[in-house]
C-alpha cells in the first residue's frame, strides 16, 4: 500500500491563481480530511469527507472547496489563491467512525502565495 | 469550546525524561490523541487514552490524564536524539473532528 499520497510537494502561487492540491489513498478508507499547518497553530481543519459524495466543512474553510466523486481522491481546490493561504497543507485518511483508528497523513505539500 | 493548548518548546538532555504538557476545554472529548511529526512529514500517531483512564503506558511513553483539570501530558522516559520532533496533543469531539493542539517542539542535546 502506498497509504496517503499528495501532489505537489511544493507550489508557488501568484495571487489571484487558482489551483488544485491532489491527495489519494489507497487503504479504502472511507473518512479523509485537509488540514493547513501554519506556525504556533497546530494543524486546523479545512473540509472532510465521511464517504463518497459527501462532504462537510471544517475550521477554516473560506477559500477552499472540496469534492470526493471517488472513495480514493479527496482533492483540494484554491479558487484565487491569496498569501494568507501560504501553508503546509495535510491530507489524512481514516476509517470511518470516532475512536482509536488511526488517522494516517500524507506527506505534506507547501504552498507559498506571492 | 474547542481549544487545545501546549507550550511551544521543550529542551532536554539526552537520556533524561520528556514530559510535554495539554490542555483542552471539551470536556465531551472521549479519545485523546498524541501525535508526532518529524522534519518534512506528516503526523505519525503515537499513542491515545481514552477519557475514562488516567494512565497508560506503551514502552518509554506514559500518557497521563486528569480529567477534572482537563490536562494530559506525555512522558518520554530515556529521551533519545530521535524523539526530536514536534508533538502534538488532540481530541476528538462528538462530531468526529480531530482538534489539534499548537504542537511542542521538543530538542534533544547531548
Known amino acids: 500500500n502506498a497509504g496517503v499520497t499528495q501532489t505537489p510537494k511544493f507550489q508557488v502561487l501568484k495571487t489571484g491563481q487558482s489551483m488544485t492540491l491532489q491527495c489519494a489513498q489507497d487503504?479504502?478508507?472511507?473518512?479523509m480530511s485537509w488540514y493547513r499547518q501554519d506556525p504556533g497553530m497546530g494543524l486546523r481543519l479545512i473540509h472532510y469527507s465521511v464517504g463518497a459524495g459527501i462532504t462537510d466543512q471544517g475550521e477554516v474553510p473560506n477559500g477552499y472547496n472540496v469534492s470526493r466523486s471517488t472513495t480514493e481522491d479527496f482533492p483540494l481546490r484554491l479558487l484565487s489563491a491569496a498569501p494568507s493561504q501560504t501553508s503546509v497543507y495535510f491530507c489524512?485518511?481514516?476509517?470511518?467512525?470516532?475512536?482509536?483508528?488511526?488517522?494516517?497523513f500524507g506527506p505534506g505539500t507547501r504552498l507559498t502565495v506571492l | 469550546g474547542e481549544d487545545v493548548e501546549q507550550s511551544l518548546f521543550l529542551s532536554v538532555r539526552e537520556g533524561d525524561s520528556s514530559v510535554i504538557n495539554c490542555t483542552y476545554t471539551?470536556?465531551?472529548?472521549?479519545?485523546l490523541y498524541w501525535y508526532k511529526q518529524e522534519p518534512g512529514a506528516g503526523l505519525q500517531l503515537l499513542t491515545y487514552?481514552?477519557?475514562?483512564?488516567d494512565m497508560k503506558q506503551d514502552q518509554r511513553l506514559t500518557v497521563l490524564l486528569n480529567k477534572k483539570d482537563k490536562h494530559l501530558s506525555l512522558r518520554i522516559a530515556d529521551t533519545q536524539t530521535g524523539d526530536s520532533a514536534i508533538y502534538f496533543c488532540?481530541?476528538?469531539?462528538?462530531?468526529?473532528?480531530?482538534?489539534f493542539g499548537t504542537g511542542t517542539r521538543l530538542q534533544v542535546f547531548p
Open positions: 488532540a481530541e476528538i469531539l462528538n462530531t468526529d473532528k480531530l482538534i
Open positions: 471539551d470536556s465531551s472529548s472521549t479519545y
Open positions: 487514552i481514552f477519557s475514562n483512564m
Open positions: 489524512a485518511s481514516n476509517k470511518a467512525g470516532r475512536g482509536t483508528d488511526t488517522q494516517y
Open positions: 487503504m479504502n478508507h472511507e473518512y
